[in-house]
């Protein structure tokens, strides 16, 4: 992959959740936060963004499925150009972890299942989901191959498919959620048809050089766990391999680039390049913390604290572009 192959630095800016896209719009000040944290030949990975109306859970989070999304996201893309960073835009939808007031006239939230999921968002519970219908799930692979579509068209150089966490594709894809009898359920085959068929549809719309998918076999966010984690990696990485494209995080079986996460330290990050565990090395909370993480990693610099109360606030500055670089030049 040619973007790959530019890239300086092996330490990846994670998607991160940040709640300030009011009415689903990225703002101005996204601007600012991105390109903070671009380091000239550094990845940037976009915080999940919505491929529809139905796509939403969570209050403030951006949407990449309207003209209105993409101008706005244009600006913001081209700050992180501008001081020589690529940026991939995660696309997501979040199936049965929403409730009625996040969707459109207050329908119920879609999922493979109509089985629901506690606890919700701030103690309350997540609304009942609907089965989607057979009929209706091309629709859905459509919404992320427009999402894609628009991802290229705002200047981002490519996207990544979310898959994992508990959200939408994960649910089609782990049997303590997927529940169905039809052609997306029942066998692992099955399971995982859903997410291949959007890696497919993304693909033949904007090109495998520029598509990665997040995937969680081994985990159990928000009640979605498998009983056969290994098996549904292998079932996962195997037919990927075939598209070329990026993944996180299972190495086992997987010929593509890969991008490991989940609370690397500095020293944990080096000894997973080089043993080949990983080709790239993503950073959540601690690049939120620390914009220029990639200098202090590279001059083992002391790290900024972050502060968790406010990582999901509105606030268009404080927890988001107020916390300091290692000297004022930057």
């Known amino acids: 992959m040619f973007w790959f192959s530019v890239l300086l630095a092996r330490v990846v ?15 101005p000040h996204a601007a600012l936060y991105y ?14 963004t919505g491929v529809s109306e139905t796509a939403q859970g969570y209050p403030e989070t951006p949407g990449i499925w309207t003209k209105e999304h993409v101008e706005a996201w244009i600006p913001i893309v081209q700050a992180v150009h501008d001081k020589g960073g690529k940026f991939f835009c995660q696309i997501w939808h979040v199936g049965r972890v929403s409730t009625h007031d996040f969707q459109p006239n207050g329908i119920a939230p879609i999922s493979c299942t109509d089985k629901g999921c506690t606890p919700g968002l701030y103690g309350v519970d997540w609304t009942a989901p609907r ?14 191959r427009r999402a ?3 991802s290229i068209e705002a200047g981002f150089d490519g996207v990544e498919i979310h898959g994992a966490n508990g959200y939408l594709i994960d649910q089609f894809m782990k049997d303590q959620v997927n529940d169905r009898i039809d052609e997306y359920g029942g066998n692992l085959e099955k399971r995982c048809r859903f997410a291949l068929d959007i890696v497919k549809a993304v693909v033949e719309e904007i090109g495998a050089d520029k598509v990665g998918i997040r995937i969680s076999p081994f985990a159990d966010y928000m009640e979605a766990g498998d009983s056969n984690p290994e098996a549904l990696s292998l079932s996962m990485a195997e037919p990927l391999n075939k598209y070329g494209i990026f ?31 990983a080709d790239l090395v993503a950073y959540g909370r ?17 790290l900024n604290k972050y502060d968790r109360d406010t990582f999901y606030t ?17």
């Open 13 to 27: 800016l994670a998607p991160l959740t940040r709640n300030r896209s009011y009415g689903n719009v990225p703002q």
């Open 35 to 48: 390109s903070q944290r671009t380091t000239n030949g550094g990845l940037l990975i976009t915080e999940a």
């Open 131 to 144: 089965r989607l219908s057979t009929d209706e799930i091309p629709q859905i692979i459509d919404d992320f």
């Open 148 to 150: 894609a579509r628009n």
């Open 247 to 277: 993944t996180s995080p299972t190495r086992k079986a997987f010929n593509g680039i890969f991008i490991s996460a989940g609370g690397y330290k500095r020293e944990d990050s080096n000894k997973a390049i080089d043993k080949n565990h």
């Open 286 to 302: 601690l690049f939120l913390a620390n914009p220029d993480l990639p200098k202090r990693f590279a001059i083992d610099a002391p």
């Open 314 to 330: 509105l606030d268009p500055v404080i927890g988001y572009t107020d916390y300091p670089f290692l000297d004022q030049d930057n």
